[in-house]
């Protein structure tokens, strides 16, 4: 079982910044891979970015450039951060964090961002 806990949504302005977290309930070295995924209204979930465990770091086309994915430096490497820079009113969304435990899927509850214009 993973746990996984979002925060840091907000309201922003466009061009403006914000940095999402998400803390596991075990390490990012005991998992496959963690990363964010949103849903936009009435759109389907899409992939923002990835990080796997011992492979690359993958990236959306529409956030290359101004979305980080990164995990946590501390012993419990257990959060994964997205820094959002350059924000536009598309990237309004929930933002889900995402881990997968072998052939797993866990999902967080979501976290709104909306970005105004």
């Known amino acids: 079982q993973v746990q996984l806990v979002e925060s840091g949504g907000g309201l922003v302005q466009a061009g403006g910044s914000l940095r999402l977290s998400c803390a596991a309930s075990?390490?990012?070295?005991?998992?496959?891979?963690m990363g964010w995924y949103r849903q936009a209204p009435g759109k389907q979930r899409e992939l923002v970015a990835v990080?796997?465990?011992?492979?690359?770091?993958?990236?959306a086309d529409s956030v290359k450039d101004r979305f980080t994915i990164s995990l946590s430096r501390d012993n419990a490497d257990n959060t994964v951060y997205l820094q959002m820079n350059s924000l536009k009113p598309e990237d309004t969304a929930v933002y889900y964090c995402?881990?997968?435990?072998?052939?797993?899927?866990?999902w967080g509850k979501g976290t709104l961002v909306t970005v105004s214009s």
């Open positions: 995402n881990a997968w435990l072998f052939d797993i899927n866990y």
């Open positions: 075990r390490s990012f070295l005991t998992l496959t891979a």
């Open positions: 990080i796997t465990r011992g492979g690359p770091i993958n990236y």
